[in-house]
């Protein structure tokens, strides 16, 4: 038997020789009619499940509660201690992306009664800040016992999110 090197173009096995031609191959698998099915199961699909499971009014007004708490801690951190971070928040987040496959944002879009995750935000901040002047201010707010309600809000919170089903 002679080398594969050694072999001419024309003395290589039809199969190889001809890789351009109209014959179809054993395992070709047609596409057209996969191409038709795709977005008949794409509606299906869609229709069959909800993107985030059906939630009950207890569990409605706890998201509400942490995102506020949440932003509580955020908004205190970011205007008496200098911190931008918004840790909280993104910790708040993953927790609810993991846990319940749903975003904060979705939370403030569709939990909210501004139903708009902006005004929800800027409403947030609003009240913040007049906790804040309540407090009387920054320095006032540090020697009170302000950032260790907000933060044992947020940590109740969290807690009730990691408890449930």
């Given amino acids: 038997m002679r080398h594969p090197a050694d072999l001419h173009h024309n003395d290589r096995p039809a199969a190889r020789r001809n890789l351009h031609s109209r014959r179809t191959p054993a395992s070709f698998v047609p596409l057209r009619p996969l191409r038709m099915a795709l977005p008949l199961l794409a509606v299906f699909a869609a229709g069959s499940a909800p993107a985030t499971p059906p939630l009950d009014e207890t569990t409605r007004q706890l998201l509400v509660e942490a995102v506020e708490a949440a932003a ?15 840790r ?20 403030q879009d569709d939990l909210f009664p501004e139903r708009s995750y902006r005004r929800t935000q800027q409403r947030l901040e609003d009240d913040f800040v007049a906790l804040l002047l309540n407090a009387g201010g920054c320095a006032s707010a540090k020697d009170s016992d302000l950032p260790d309600s907000l933060r044992d809000r947020y940590d109740a919170r969290i807690e009730a999110i990691h408890a449930l089903p």
């Fill in 72 to 86: 509580a801690v955020d908004f205190y951190h970011a205007r008496c201690r200098g911190d931008q971070s918004g």
């Fill in 88 to 107: 909280r928040m993104e910790n708040l987040n993953k927790l609810l992306v993991s846990k319940l496959r749903i975003t904060v944002l979705s939370v």
